[in-house]
């Protein structure tokens, strides 16, 4: 299965996005397999930099130091997809500028909740940041009214059990971009939370 098969965004209906680098991931899935999904922010601004580009893109350099920090032996992206984890961005377009928009990530979120839902073993979602928080909680409200992630500051709120249905939801932070590696305490603390997901595939 490839992701864009299943989505696309017809009308591009947000105003403070790079809509030209509209991106999904092109890796071909067997969706049974995948048992965590990695929501980041959005795509990078160079295309070389996103997670499944070929060589060593900037943003998978990173997410695999994450994995290597949580105590997984991996290399490459075909590596983490092997463990039964999936990596997507909770907006599809790149950003303009630093931050994004509330109505832009409740837009994509109709795109990510159609995404979701193409994984029937699901067991965690991993939500790197705001924006994937964000996002999320944006789909749980359509769904039941409420939001999965409560308020508040990250290092307040994660280390507790949410769900989004029957599947854990752990609230984290960006594993791309250089402040993952200025920031020792955060990426101490995606570990962790990186950590407690792979453990519910054991």
Request: hydrophobic share 40%; aromatic share 10%; with cysteine.
């Amino acid at each position: 299965m490839r992701i864009g098969d299943h989505l696309e965004c017809r009308d591009f209906p947000c105003d403070d996005l790079r809509h030209e680098r509209f991106t999904l991931p092109p890796a071909e899935l067997d969706p049974a397999r995948v048992e965590i999904i990695m929501i980041s922010e959005a795509p990078p601004q160079d295309p070389d930099d996103y997670f499944y580009s070929p060589g060593n893109p900037f943003y998978l350099q990173t997410t695999l130091q994450a994995f290597r920090d949580a105590g997984a032996h991996v290399s490459s992206m075909q590596d983490i997809l092997d463990l039964g984890v999936y990596i997507t961005t909770a907006v599809k377009c790149a950003k303009t500028g630093y931050s994004i928009k509330a109505g832009p990530i409740r837009n994509c979120s109709q795109l990510l909740e159609a995404e979701l839902a193409l994984f029937p073993n699901m067991k965690a979602i991993l939500l790197m940041g705001d924006v994937a928080i964000k996002a999320l909680n944006y789909i749980a409200k359509r769904k039941t009214g409420a939001r999965v992630i409560p308020s508040g500051s990250t290092y307040k709120i994660r280390g507790h059990d949410y769900y989004y249905g029957a599947i854990r939801v752990f609230p984290s932070y960006l594993q791309t971009g250089k402040s993952f590696l200025i920031e020792k305490s955060k990426q101490k603390m995606i570990a962790e939370d990186l950590r407690a997901a792979l453990r519910l595939l054991e």
